[in-house]
């Protein structure tokens, strides 16, 4: 039997999230037919219909789905059918209240809204078993199904339920993680502290509020018990459609972007066979271009290869406290964009702009002007787009430089009582990430524990203030080799378990960089220190600092001014064949860019393409060509060496390639 699970479609499949049940059924014709006028190739069916699939418990009613998925296929569209899972039914509720979820201050949430359960009900588990099964059953061999879609955005709005539900299967989840050794739990959540020791386990509760500041690795094991427990309800759906069709793709869409960190997609994307993302811009973001970039790569990184763009927007969202329209052009540089980085779908939330519901003035691929709007023609042009781009399908991305990622990490750094409330970690990383991208320099994310960093010329770890023995002796062994390696302040500090690696700062990375930190000294908001030595006149920074001794490094900044002058702020370490890196504060956004550049520079990583500021290069490697793709986000336009076949417009390509003001050039190379 053939477990050879791919999307049964031709070139970049192209679509959204279809809701014909919102509309009388005349409109569905004309649907269709506007479907195959704008390209559309597949659509995503059934997300939120589980009280029209089930109107009473155990009694379904498919007609209506029947009848859509019957319709998609006579004209050529494929389906992504989804589990109903997210959204739960009035009846429900109505007979299990013992599955509404509790939040940290006791409150019961009430129904009226999607996601409003708890992800440990055992009745809601059922439920939900039981209506994937019926569809699994009735739609396994349609012809119209190219994929199943597990359930909704797991964790979007119930990534946590406090109840008395919750904390049995949280005391379940540590049993296992601790081997039913309670001893060994209470050392590692340290409850020495505090008088917090426990002696049995029906006396550990889940981290509801309380007066001060809870125990952090209570919180950090809530956050992976929070992770596990959504995964399993998602791996119980996928077994259930995969029994019915074995052979049919299953996916579900994970939420890689700036506001969402309830999930460890690391432990997620082996359990998937197709993975999936949705990715919103944020309004108070400006220059979302660079959020696009690096959540396509981690999505990349997280598939190995290319995944599916399930959800962004073609214009407004309707969930921010201001929903801007996007600009002329940004919606297609935004779509292409995203392939660039890897994806080999692009889907909208939604076909058909709702008139009623909590949705109402979220935009669609057909708004609610119809098919004289702006919005539409960028929809067909986009659909023409992605069929002139079909070849780029299935090829990958090129990296010389990994940087590290970890959600266990990231958890940890924003929990509270640090000494500094202002570190963030995606901004972390972002600051990092950017000065590499503005290059046109390829990046993949790893986890700390990758055993295969030797493929990198270059390895950052902007931020890991958690991080295990392993991890930490993997990412030496890397430098050891002759990788070189560059780390931010505030990382290694903790063992897995949040626990302070003592002797001197930065922890787990005291030997591998060459130096030891005795004190710490934070930096108020709006507070900057002035740097000096082998960085830009008038180089600043802020955040951070602290009192480095160098125990065989070398300076190459230090501090300018206040109460570390003269001490290390950036250090260089030769360890082993390699070389280790050390940024102990954070640098102004210029003097970080000539770091970084410097540090790639000496590593021997190159650019992958040469670009005029404001234009984003990209680069997919296929088996007989490459992409180059360049994005103008400066809205200038420019003249870019290049030699093949520009692919949006067919035309032979000889010496340089003409990118448009604020649009997009794809270059096939041949090999």
Request: charged fraction near 20%; proline fraction near 7%.
């Amino acid at each position: 039997m053939s477990t050879d699970r791919r999307l049964n479609l031709p070139g970049i499949a192209y679509g959204g999230d279809y809701n014909p049940e919102q509309w009388p059924e005349e409109v569905w014709a004309e649907d269709v037919r506007l479907m195959r006028e704008a390209g559309v190739t597949m659509v995503s069916v059934g997300i939120f219909s589980w009280a029209l699939l089930e109107p009473t418990e155990g009694v379904f009613e498919f007609s209506r789905m029947d009848r859509i998925l019957d319709l998609l296929h006579e004209n050529g569209i494929g389906a992504d059918l989804a589990t109903p899972t997210a959204a739960p039914p009035a009846w429900f509720f109505k007979a299990y209240p013992g599955a509404l979820p509790v939040d940290r201050d006791g409150r019961r949430l009430w129904p009226g809204s999607r996601q409003t359960f708890c992800p440990s009900s055992p009745a809601y588990r059922r439920a939900a078993l039981r209506i994937a099964g019926a569809l699994a059953e009735r739609y396994a061999d349609h012809p119209a199904v190219v994929m199943w879609h597990v359930h909704n955005e797991y964790g979007c709005h119930n990534d946590a339920c406090y109840c008395d539900t919750s904390a049995a299967a949280f005391r379940t989840w540590l049993r296992a993680k601790y081997g039913d050794d309670l001893d060994a739990l209470n050392h590692a959540w340290g409850t020495a502290f505090w008088s917090q020791w426990y002696y049995a386990w029906d006396q550990i509760l889940p981290p509801r509020a309380t007066g001060a500041v809870p125990n952090p690795t209570h919180q950090l094991d809530w956050r992976r018990f929070c992770s596990d427990e959504l995964l399993s309800l998602c791996t119980a759906e996928r077994e259930v459609l995969r029994r019915a069709a074995p052979d049919t793709p299953a996916t579900t869409n994970f939420m890689v972007m700036r506001t969402f960190d309830a999930l460890d997609y690391w432990r997620w994307a082996p359990e998937l066979d197709i993975l999936s993302n949705d990715h919103y811009l944020m309004s108070d973001d400006p220059e979302a271009e660079i959020d696009i970039a690096l959540n396509g790569d981690l999505m990349r990184s997280l598939a190995g290869g290319p995944w599916f763009l399930m959800e962004h927007s073609t214009g407004a969202v309707n969930w921010q406290p201001v929903n801007r329209a996007k600009r002329p052009g940004e919606m297609r540089r935004n779509a292409l964009a995203h392939v660039a980085h890897g994806a080999d779908g692009i889907a909208f939330f939604q076909w058909r702009a709702a008139k009623a519901g909590a949705e109402q003035w979220h935009s669609a691929m057909l708004p609610h002007t119809g098919t004289g709007s702006a919005v539409w023609r960028d929809v067909v042009q986009l659909g023409d787009d992605l069929k002139a781009l079909a070849e780029v399908r299935d090829s990958t991305g090129a990296a010389q430089v990994a940087v590290v990622w970890d959600w266990d990490a990231r958890w940890a750094l924003e929990l509270p009582a640090q000494p500094s409330g202002e570190l963030r970690y995606q901004d972390l990383v972002r600051d990092w990430y950017t000065p590499l991208w503005r290059a046109g320099v390829g990046i993949d994310f790893v986890r700390p524990g990758d055993p295969g960093l030797d493929r990198y010329k270059l390895v950052l770890v902007p931020s890991l203030y958690l991080v295990t023995e392993a991890a930490a002796a993997n990412l030496a062994r890397y430098t050891e080799r002759g990788g070189t390696l560059a780390v931010g302040f505030h990382s290694g500090m903790v063992d897995e378990n949040g626990h302070v690696l003592l002797g001197g700062y930065p922890g787990a990375f005291r030997d591998v960089l060459g130096v030891l930190t005795d004190e710490l000294f934070p930096l108020l908001p709006g507070e900057r220190t002035g740097l000096t030595g082998e960085v830009p006149p008038g180089a600043t920074a802020d955040l951070w600092s602290e009192r480095v001794g160098l125990a065989g490094a070398q300076a190459v900044a230090s501090y300018a001014d206040g109460p570390l002058a003269g001490l290390p702020a950036v250090t260089r370490h030769q360890h082993g064949s390699g070389t280790a890196w050390y940024l102990a504060t954070r640098p102004d956004r210029d003097t970080l860019a000539a770091l970084l550049h410097r540090i790639s520079r000496e590593a021997g990583v190159t650019p992958e393409h040469q670009a005029p500021a404001g234009i984003e290069v990209v680069r997919r490697r296929g088996t007989e060509a490459d992409y180059l793709f360049l994005i103008d986000h400066a809205g200038k336009g420019a003249q870019v060496p290049a030699d093949g076949v520009e692919l949006l417009t067919g035309t032979p390509v000889t010496g340089t390639v003409t990118v448009p003001p604020g649009g997009v050039a794809v270059v096939r190379e041949a090999h």
